[in-house]
């Protein structure tokens, strides 16, 4: 541990943190819809300094066999080398992946879209790619991640499609989405959990908490991260305190 993450752990023993926020506080937030001009859908996001753009991009083609009747989703995210001097160019790293995996899991688990409503015919549904671009990173991308993916999915409207070829210059009804969901990322620093880490409270944190809610409260989603167990105690209050930030974060929505 450096010299700066020492000051750090130092001061949150203090019930401190470097920026002066309150452990149950969120940076300021921006959501700017339509962010894209040329996908479906698309929001910009920005928790503090950190930046993420998320767009909707909707495609013909064969549904999942286990899923014949239904539309297809699929989320991916990117680390761009402009985002941070730890990102590198190539294929999706791990970190990527799993942040793609748990945006798409909020998603998917409460049932957000209606994908039984994307099937066009016998063989045939739309396919819904989430795609996921990080602009900059300054902490707490997957809460960023998250509401940037609803909010676009929110704003996305399907392309006109005659059978054999889609146009889209032309949408028209919006894509079915039912339900708001939203994570909330918590970090264990010491013995104190914290909401909405930055980039350095993430580096010294020792285990991290997703909490994925849906608009009337139920957990549709965890992810853990991080080598340190949750006290039972601790993942009770963890599991409030994101439901009730939840509800604060969807009302942006």
């Not at 099937?119 to 990173?137: A, M, T």
Request: aromatic letters at 6%.
């Amino acid at each position: 541990m450096n010299l700066q993450q020492k000051f750090l752990m130092d001061l949150v023993t203090k019930n401190v943190r470097i920026d002066k926020r309150g452990f149950e506080e969120y940076r300021k937030i921006i959501i700017e819809k339509d962010a894209v001009e040329k996908a479906e859908g698309s929001a910009r996001v920005k928790i503090g300094e950190t930046e993420v753009l998320a767009g909707v991009k909707l495609e013909v083609g064969e549904p999942f066999p286990d899923k014949p009747k239904e539309g297809v989703l699929i989320t991916s995210a990117e680390f761009s080398p402009i985002a941070s001097p730890d990102f590198e160019k190539g294929p999706p790293n791990a970190h990527a992946i799993e942040l793609a995996r748990v945006v798409d899991r909020g998603i998917r688990e409460s049932k957000t879209i209606e994908l039984e409503k994307l099937l066009i015919e016998e063989g045939k549904v739309w396919k819904v790619y989430v795609d996921i671009q990080i602009i900059n990173h300054a902490g707490n991308l997957i809460d960023a991640s998250a509401l940037a993916s609803i909010m676009a999915l929110l704003n996305a409207k399907i392309p006109e499609y005659d059978g054999q070829k889609i146009n889209y210059e032309k949408k028209g009804k919006k894509l079915p989405v039912k339900y708001k969901p939203v994570a909330v990322t918590l970090v264990k620093i010491g013995s104190n959990i914290l909401v909405d880490a930055n980039l350095e409270e993430e580096e010294i944190a020792t285990a991290r908490l997703t909490v994925t809610t849906k608009d009337n409260g139920n957990i549709c989603a965890l992810q853990k991260g991080g080598s340190a167990p949750f006290t039972f105690e601790e993942l009770e209050s963890a599991v409030e305190l994101a439901k009730k930030k939840g509800d604060e974060l969807r009302k942006l929505l």
